[in-house]
T-cell receptor, first 116, second 112 residues
Framework: GAGVSQSPRYKVAKRGQDVALRCDPISGHVSLFWYQQALGQGPEFLTY????????KSGLPSDRFFAERPEGSVSTLKIQRTQQEDSAVYLC??????????????FGDGTRLSIL | GESVGLHLPTLSVQEGDNSIINCAYSNSASDYFIWYKQESGKGPQFIIDIRSNMDKRQGQRVTVLLNKTVKHLSLQIAATQPGDSAVYFCAETSNYGQNFVFGPGTRLSVLP
């Protein structure tokens, strides 16, 4: 497709379960970002990939959060041993640089994660 | 106003009026700024961007103003329409940086 695609759109899990969230970026975009968005707040940065390299994971809230992009396209955000505070919308965005300058990020519609 | 949890600052305007949404950014090294519109259940949608070598940029019905002296960004929407009702976020980054920082958001409500 032409835009960023995320799946699943909704995920309900019991506390303690592991979950995996998928992101298909725009074709050709080397930069991929994951964000966490709590209700009524702006997106909070989690991690950034350039191709397959994870260049910044400073926003990951704990070592239960893990992201990968093994072939430089599709990315997966995995959360192990989920906790109720992990409930949020997880957004993926892709972007690129032209002549060294950032271009706008394009977002998917997110995965709404609810931990019971 | 400040956003606390669910209580986003809200701007209510009459249909057809102009809207101005403001954003104070935090990092004086930021040199690229974006405005996004987010509707319920959807991801942020790009509206307009501006780089620090400009102080004004216009799009279709929208204008972004950048005041680097006071680290302030504004989004002006002309002839506001019901379809403009959404939450609006500003985002900042540096071309040397690796992430985008989002503001708390403003809810725009268009009254008929």
């Amino acid at each position: 497709g032409a835009g960023v695609s995320q799946s699943p759109r909704y995920k309900v899990a019991k506390r303690g379960q592991d979950v995996a969230l998928r992101c298909d970026p725009i074709s050709g975009h080397v930069s991929l970002f994951w964000y966490q968005q709590a209700l009524g707040q702006g997106p909070e940065f989690l991690t950034y990939f350039q191709n397959e390299a994870q260049l910044d994971k400073s926003g990951l809230p704990s070592d239960r959060f893990f992201a990968e992009r093994p072939e430089g396209s599709v990315s997966t955000l995995k959360i192990q041993r989920t906790q109720q505070e992990d409930s949020a919308v997880y957004l993926c965005a892709s972007s690129q640089r032209r002549q060294g300058l950032w271009q706008p990020q394009h977002f998917g519609d997110g995965t709404r994660l609810s931990i019971l | 106003g400040e956003s606390v949890g669910l209580h986003l600052p809200t701007l209510s305007v009459q249909e057809g009026d102009n809207s101005i949404i403001n954003c104070a950014y935090s990092n004086s090294a930021s040199d690229y700024f974006i405005w996004y519109k987010q509707e319920s259940g959807k991801g942020p949608q790009f509206i307009i961007d501006i780089r620090s070598n400009m102080d004004k940029r216009q799009g279709q019905r929208v204008t972004v103003l950048l005041n680097k002296t006071v680290k302030h960004l504004s989004l002006q929407i002309a002839a506001t329409q019901p379809g403009d009702s959404a939450v609006y976020f500003c985002a900042e980054t540096s071309n040397y940086g690796q992430n985008f920082v989002f503001g708390p958001g403003t809810r725009l409500s268009v009254l008929p």
